[in-house]
T-cell receptor, first 114, second 112 residues
Framework: DGGITQSPKYLFRKEGQNVTLSCEQNLNHDAMYWYRQDPGQGLRLIYYSQIVNDFQKGDIAEGYSVSREKKESFPLTVTSAQKNPTAFYLC?????????????FGDGTRLSIL | GEDVEQSLFLSVREGDSSVINCTYTDSSSTYLYWYKQEPGAGLQLLTYIFSNMDMKQDQRLTVLLNKKDKHLSLRIADTQTGDSAIYFCAESSKGRDDKIIFGKGTRLHILP
């Protein structure tokens, strides 16, 4: 079945540690996105990528980094510079950039601080 | 900047219709979406409507768009316990690459 797979489902970070969240899609979508969800705040865009080897900052990129070396993969690294990383992280993809196509979401990764 | 507003909570008795409302500010919106999020899960695309349409129906779901008032609604007929979730309204615009603006979500609670 085609879809978006996020792993792990739960992740714990120690102080000063970088952690990487995985997002893989087999939908052959060009565009991929990372969102952060906090209670009562909806979704906020962290980074997005319209095509392989290219990505742009979203609204809250500070303390995060991404790479897009393969079309199907868009990992997100939460760095030690992100002082409040506890949140639910959602990855999404859409068929083609700049065509207003619906975004399809993975099941999310919940990140907590130890 | 662009904004999408929706009420945070809605309680409906099982078997009744639920109506979730949303307003948006971007007059150049192209598509408007409704997503459903169950506890601990990602967002599931329920339906979407192109901005030149007034209405779209899909089984128990009816979407109404009033472009003049920038108002979107989602009606769920014969609400069931499985409809209990958070519903997100979202919109996209040609002038914004394909970035989607999401509302904060409406939590639908089903009363027995």
């Amino acid at each position: 079945d085609g879809g978006i797979t996020q792993s792990p489902k739960y992740l714990f970070r120690k102080e000063g540690q970088n952690v990487t969240l995985s997002c893989e899609q087999n939908l052959n979508h060009d565009a991929m996105y990372w969102y952060r969800q906090d209670p009562g705040q909806g979704l906020r865009l962290i980074y997005y990528s319209q095509i392989v080897n290219d990505f742009q900052k979203g609204d809250i990129a500070e303390g995060y980094s991404v790479s897009r070396e393969k079309k199907e993969s868009f990992p997100l690294t939460v760095t030690s510079a992100q002082k409040n990383p506890t949140a639910f992280y959602l990855c999404a993809s859409s068929i083609e950039a700049s065509r207003n196509q619906p975004q399809h979401f993975g099941d999310g990764t919940r990140l907590s601080i130890l | 900047g662009e904004d999408v507003e929706q009420s945070l909570f809605l309680s409906v008795r099982e078997g009744d219709s639920s109506v979730i409302n949303c307003t948006y500010t971007d007059s150049s919106s192209t598509y408007l979406y409704w997503y459903k999020q169950e506890p601990g899960a990602g967002l599931q695309l329920l339906t979407y409507i192109f901005s030149n349409m007034d209405m779209k129906q899909d089984q128990r779901l009816t979407v109404l768009l009033n472009k003049k008032d920038k108002h979107l609604s989602l009606r769920i007929a014969d609400t069931q316990t499985g409809d209990s979730a958070i519903y997100f309204c979202a919109e996209s615009s040609k002038g914004r690459d394909d970035k989607i603006i999401f509302g904060k979500g409406t939590r639908l609670h089903i009363l027995p």
